[in-house]
Antibody, heavy 119, light 110 residues
Framework: EVQLVESGGGLVKPGGSLRLSCAAS????????MNWFRQAPGKGLGWVSS????????YYADSVKGRFTISRDNAKNSLYLQMNSLRAEDTAVYYC????????????WGQGTLVTVSS | QSVLTQPPSVSAAPGQKVTISCSGS????????VSWYQQFPGTAPKLLIY???KRPSGIPDRFSGSKSGTSATLGITGLQTGDEADYYC???????????FGGGTKLTVL
């Protein structure tokens, strides 16, 4: 069974940092590209970042470019999101998601971890 | 403001059919595959339709997808109260180099 479990969320002050983790199991993690998405309270889905299966490509949404860093450790079946210079508008539930075989959809999502940026 | 446009809400009676539209442009829907996601309150999105009209295993054939030009549509037949959820369309935008979504549509089964 495919499982994605996020962790690392919490309350942080503006300008602070957090590192999110996503532990994958039930599939060959090293064969799949992965994404981070977020959803602000009461709002819709927003794409944050993408990484290729061997970190061969990395993309970011303009809103987080230069502040967030996506990475992965295929030996540990884990995906990460380092978030620096956090702002109030980064407050959201953050989801990791697996990219489907054709690369055009996300077939499995984690349960999400809440990041709250507030003083 | 979302790149893709969905109606904020739709409603229909149990057993009836409903469609949810998703409108975009040539840089997104017009030239890329569309996927649809179902999300219940407090839970993660779940893939419902991919590559415009394909259903993952386990998704009932009551759910269908189609695409024409720069618009896509999700159809749900034989509505059940358990279908009450938010539905999102998503695709890649080649101009923005970003995955984009609609603002979501809340389905109410009256």
């Amino acid at each position: 069974e495919v499982q994605l479990v996020e962790s690392g969320g919490g309350l942080v002050k503006p300008g602070g940092s957090l590192r999110l983790s996503c532990a994958a199991s039930g599939f060959t993690f090293s064969s799949y590209s992965m994404n981070w998405f977020r959803q602000a309270p009461g709002k819709g889905l927003g794409w944050v970042s993408s990484i290729g299966s061997s970190s061969n490509y990395i993309y970011y949404a303009d809103s987080v470019k230069g502040r967030f860093t996506i990475s992965r450790d295929n030996a540990k079946n884990s995906l990460y999101l380092q978030m620096n210079s956090l702002r109030a508008e980064d407050t959201a539930v953050y989801y990791c998601a697996r990219v489907g075989n054709s690369g055009t959809y996300r077939d499995y999502w984690g349960q999400g971890t809440l990041v709250t940026v507030s003083s | 403001q979302s790149v893709l446009t969905q109606p904020p809400s739709v409603s229909a009676a149990p057993g009836q059919k409903v469609t949810i539209s998703c409108s975009g442009s040539s840089s997104n829907i017009g030239n890329n595959y569309v996927s649809w996601y179902q999300q219940f309150p407090g839970t993660a999105p779940k893939l419902l339709i991919y590559d415009n009209n394909k259903r993952p295993s386990g998704i009932p054939d009551r759910f269908s997808g189609s695409k024409s030009g720069t618009s896509a549509t999700l159809g749900i037949t034989g509505l059940q109260t358990g279908d009450e959820a938010d539905y999102y369309c998503g695709t890649w935008d080649s101009s923005l180099s970003a995955e984009v979504f609609g603002g979501g549509t809340k389905l109410t089964v009256l």
